[in-house]
């Protein structure tokens, strides 16, 4: 999942309007950066034959779930800003990655070439997560042996005690964050170690504060994106 996105105004705006509003924006440099990411992300469909660049709204999921109206529409994370903060970034070897709203699954193929023990996806569509599966059946046997997608609500996934690095692209709104922070936190408590938090379009950063204390943070940006890292 990803951030929210109003479909009508998305279908207002046209590529030279959002061209013109990102150069005026982000500036030439940024705007080219996300040029750049949107051709590879269609290459990558195109070489993998996956179903990851379609975004997907809410009310064209056909079922129904009590956080449903919580949840933001799927829009996959541009794999040039995703592997730039990834290569940033130091875990350890034995590290295991957790995206919250993994929709498609294109972070979880991503997250698969980048040396983690194990990838799991936490997804609560039934819809999503059947596209998910096929496209983790594509990609490859050998990375595809990684990822573990799990079809359930985030608030109610129990972490296991060597999941470290977290993944959210402001998949959802506060109430359903706070549910899974506390998760994080409980998890925490049972068993104490190093963890990573990565937030892509940080519209709820400071619920993290609240929800975990005050934690070391750094700032990144790439093409249209703002990302906030945490590490406890």
Sequence with gaps: ????????????????????RSLHEQ??????????????????????????????????????HPNKASAHPYIPTRGRAFRKLLSSLTFPQDSVFVDYGSGKGKVLLLASKLGFRRVVGIEYSPELHEVAVANIRRYGATDAS???????????????????AFYFFNPFELDVLQGVLRQIKDSLGRHRRKIWIIYFDPRFKEAFEKGLGAWQTQMFTYGGYEV?????
């Design 1 to 20: 999942m990803s951030a929210t996105v109003s479909k009508k105004k998305h279908k207002q705006a046209g590529p030279v309007a959002r061209l013109l």
């Design 27 to 64: 500036g030439m440099r940024r705007t080219l950066q996300s040029a750049l990411s949107i051709a590879e992300d269609w290459v990558f469909d195109w070489r993998h034959a996956t179903d990851t660049v379609s975004r997907v709204y809410q009310v064209e999921l056909d079922f129904e």
């Design 146 to 164: 990684l990822i573990e997608p799990v079809c359930c609500d985030a608030t109610e996934y129990v972490l296991r005690d060597d999941e470290n």
């Design 228 to 232: 906030v890292v945490l590490e406890n």
